[in-house]
């Protein structure tokens, strides 16, 4: 069920809007952040991608050797979605 929703990659790129894709990308930027404390949460989560979701973002990017422009793509995409299926079986095996 949980990679049912996070393995499919938004089309097209994602760098403005809002909608469910949006409160995916901020849930996994939030829960990967509480383990890579430079990234700053996204607060409110509220499905519009706006300033705080951008920075978070390109923090991200930045963090993990991906361009930093801000813009959820493939190579960005697939790394939330690495980082946070990583991050939430290694919290149900602390658990």
Do not use: H
């Not at 404390?37 to 050797?65: H, L």
């Amino acid at each position: 069920m949980l990679l049912s929703w996070v393995s499919a990659a938004p089309t097209p790129e994602l760098r403005c809007g809002w909608g469910e894709p949006v409160v995916r990308i901020q849930t996994m930027l939030n829960r990967i952040s509480r383990d890579y404390p430079a990234i700053p949460k996204v607060q409110p989560v509220d499905g519009i991608f706006g300033a705080s979701t951008e920075q978070s973002v390109i923090k991200f990017q930045q963090i993990f050797s991906l361009t930093p422009d801000g813009v959820v793509g493939n190579a960005t995409w697939y790394k939330l979605v690495f980082l946070y299926v990583g991050v939430l079986e290694l919290a149900e095996l602390v658990s």
